[in-house]
């Protein structure tokens, strides 16, 4: 009797040892499964971490290349908002200063190269000469008309400008070759120039 109780206990005994055993080795297991599962928690972090560092960079950086571009384009645009300030100043007293060419001594060769020029532009041999007052002075229509061989004569005066706005063609065609109108046109082609010789290049 004493040798079944005896055998029951080692039998017992025996699978408690492989008990565990089995729970030693399935603890080691999940104790090696638990590291490795931290493991590649701590690199996807770690991978995750540098990636958004790697993405606060580029974009630190872009917000610092855009607030450069910004601030440079911000720079540009006010030296050219300057620049045409200067530049409108300048042609602002020219035109001013336009009045004054009537009293040249040469006014009457500059009146008359006016009208030939306007003339010219329209290629007619009839035609209508508008002009202020100095400048109606300093024409002598009769020559004129002898040399271009046509018919000009002297129409109502300009109430504004200097020079003539010469029309033909029953007022179809129009030149105007008043001082401020050359000047305007010529503002465009001017400006660089006269830009260069106020900063002394």
């Not at 000469?129 to 129409?155: C, H």
Request: proline share 1%; net charge negative.
């Amino acid at each position: 009797m004493k040798s079944e109780e005896e055998d029951i206990k080692l039998l017992a005994r025996a699978i408690m040892a492989d008990a565990n055993d089995e729970a030693a080795h399935l603890l080691e297991e999940a104790g090696a499964k638990a590291e490795a599962i931290r493991k590649r928690a701590q690199e996807e972090a770690e991978s995750e971490r540098k990636e958004i560092l790697e993405r606060a960079r580029q974009d630190a950086e872009r917000l610092r290349s855009q607030t450069s571009a910004t601030a440079q384009l911000k720079s540009r645009s006010f030296q050219l908002e300057q620049r045409e300030k200067l530049l409108d100043g300048v042609f602002i007293e020219v035109k001013k200063q336009l009045e004054a060419v009537k009293k040249r001594p040469d006014y009457g060769a500059i009146a008359t190269m006016l009208v030939r020029e306007a003339l010219t532009q329209l290629q007619v041999d009839q035609a209508e000469i508008r002009a202020d007052e100095a400048t109606r002075k300093a024409l002598n229509i009769s020559e004129l008309s002898k040399e271009l061989n046509g018919q000009f004569t002297l129409s109502d005066p300009l109430e504004e400008g200097t020079g003539v706005v010469v029309s033909a063609a029953s007022g179809k065609l129009s030149y105007d070759n008043t001082l401020e109108t050359r000047l305007s046109r010529l503002q465009g082609t001017l400006r660089s120039a006269v830009y260069k010789v106020l900063m002394g290049e």
